[in-house]
């Protein structure tokens, strides 16, 4: 029977607490399993056997959970503000949009919710599962909510599509250009189709990428402190007790913070701001590491290309079947001069580079930077999708960290041969190499890009197969083992946070979670089924089963 968890212990022990956690297995990934360990408030204090550690230590109270004991999953690499935001929206993924009669029966449901003439705002919609790999444009949306403007964004989040009413908010016409670093689709006439790629979706709905204010008005404050509960019960109830937010702006600063403030943050969050923002920061004399435990800026975070699973990332090869080599959202020049001044500065870069002429792009400036003397500092490739020799020797030559997705080839798999063939994803979200290679690697999941439990990035790492079967770069298959290790001392070391954070050994946060099955003595295959019965952040129960 699966113990049970007194309420009293969802809330912060008192200084000076000691309490023994007693377990069927402790994994403390810093050496042989053991059967318990003692917290002293927040922290790991010891680890060992019930026995010699209550008669050592004389606990004021005893917590015995009848699971296996793993660290805290951490991703490296997520959007927790951004799910604040979409939880308060239409969830078109393709577990609910199963096809394009509910898409549409979402859309008007959503649209008879709102008010006259409000936005109808829905996301996670994926062509590939929901309408057949046919891409729905602004005809398909007018039909569905003519009265409305609205905007649906795709899983990758790096395109979207308006509707006729959507558009004339937005001010877009047949006439308008292409934004920089962003493009209008358009049809055989020249006219819209209502697809928004990069900066011209940026500029509609997110904040922190846009130029000015965005077209979608945000929700209040108080609104995103609801949606960001939502957003950490979910995170929490996979086993997430540390996340890295890889897109923020003021406004979402403004939101962790007042989270973090109110005792509302659960989580645990390194925050990367946006490019655009760079100089608040610099203004402010602030570098990596300002914070504490609970919330801390990890660095700044800046684009070279699109995205992998949208088909549009840069790519030295064109996509199957195509001549297009996919999209560079940063240019050359502005990618110099923002590596120069960030690295130069000491700041921790996280760039998102998913093809390999992008990651190539962006190696040049870092290079560039280096031999113009700026530190050394722990900077970081997000995504580093399509890798081959040659990028990975530049990577480790230049010590930096690279953040590939953990459940692409899982969960994106069926689109992704159409877009790069089988030979080229033997090369793709290349875990194998780049460890091998010696080039620290962390896990992430880019919610709500890909899913967020790291169960499944787990057994998709270790299995490199879609849902469907299909093997997706097989050559890059990684044990279960270290597949743990991307989301925990990789994620770790990817934040600059090892020291307390990863493992289970004495100093180290308590932050671990209590599985129903040991990970490690099963097939790849069922880690992904393997119930989180409770998580625990500083010794603070955040979810039980």
């Not at 609910?96 to 936005?119: I, K, N, P, S, Y």
């Not at 709905?205 to 130029?211: E, G, N, Q």
């Not at 079967?469 to 097989?474: D, L």
Request: with cysteine.
């Amino acid at each position: 029977m699966h113990a049970t968890h007194p309420d009293h212990l969802r809330g912060p022990a008192g200084p000076g607490t000691w309490t023994l956690v007693v377990a069927d297995r402790v994994h403390t990934l810093a050496g042989p399993p053991a059967e318990a360990l003692v917290l002293l408030d927040d922290r790991v204090a010891a680890v060992g056997r019930p026995r010699e550690l209550r008669e050592r230590f004389r606990p004021d109270r005893t917590v015995e959970l009848d699971g296996v004991l793993v660290p805290g999953l951490n991703d490296a690499h997520a959007h927790p503000s951004m799910t604040a935001e979409n939880l308060l929206h239409v969830n078109c993924s393709p577990e609910v949009a199963t096809d394009g009669d509910v898409l549409v029966r979402l859309l008007r449901d959503e649209a008879a919710a709102v008010g006259e003439g409000q936005w109808v705002v829905g996301s996670r919609y994926d062509h590939t599962k929901t309408t057949g790999g046919r891409v729905v444009d602004r005809d398909f949306l007018d039909r569905a909510v003519p009265d409305h403007p609205v905007l649906l964004t795709h899983v990758a989040a790096h395109w979207g599509v308006l509707n006729s009413a959507g558009l004339a908010a937005a001010g877009l016409t047949g006439a308008s250009s292409d934004p920089p670093g962003g493009a209008l689709g358009r049809d055989g006439a020249g006219g819209l189709t209502g697809v928004v790629y990069e900066q011209a979706l940026f500029d509609v709905s997110y904040p922190s990428l846009a130029r000015g204010r965005t077209v979608v008005p945000p929700s209040t404050p108080a609104a995103r402190l609801r949606g960001l509960a939502r957003a950490q019960q979910l995170f929490h109830a996979a086993g997430i007790t540390s996340m890295v937010d890889a897109l923020c702006g003021p406004d979402d600063v403004a939101l962790l913070s007042e989270a973090a403030r109110s005792g509302q943050l659960t989580l645990r969050v390194a925050m990367l701001v946006a490019f655009p923002h760079y100089d608040r920061i610099a203004a402010l004399g602030l570098h990596s590491g300002f914070g504490d435990e609970r919330l801390r800026l990890l660095g700044v975070k800046a684009f070279v290309d699109g995205a992998c699973a949208g088909g549009n990332c840069l790519v030295d090869e064109p996509f199957e079947g195509t001549d297009d080599h996919g999209m560079q959202t940063t240019g050359d020049d502005d990618l110099r001069e923002l590596v120069e001044r960030i690295a130069g500065d000491g700041v921790v870069l996280a760039v998102h580079a998913n093809g390999d002429r992008a990651i190539r792009k962006l190696l040049d400036a870092h290079e560039r930077a280096r031999a113009l003397g700026a530190p050394q500092r722990r900077h970081r490739i997000e995504h580093c999708s399509l890798v081959d020799a040659d990028i990975v020797g530049r990577i480790r030559a230049l010590g930096l960290v690279v953040v590939p997705f953990g459940s692409y080839a899982r969960f994106h798999g069926d689109k992704l041969v159409g877009y790069y063939g089988h030979d080229r994803l033997e090369r793709m979200f290349a875990h194998r190499t780049l460890l091998d290679a010696g080039i620290p690697v962390a896990g992430s999941s880019d919610y709500p890009c890909g899913p967020y439990e790291p169960l499944a990035a787990i057994t998709s790492c270790a299995e490199r197969r879609a849902l469907d079967g299909t093997p997706i770069g097989t050559s890059q298959r990684i044990t279960v083992q270290e597949a743990f290790g991307l989301y925990t001392t990789g994620a770790a070391y990817a934040a600059g946070e090892e020291r307390v954070k990863g493992t289970l050994a004495p100093g180290m946060l308590a932050d671990f979670v209590e599985l129903g099955r040991d990970p490690f003595e099963v097939p790849p295959d069922e880690v992904v089924g393997i119930p989180v019965r409770s998580t625990w952040v500083g010794g603070r129960l955040v979810h039980a089963l």
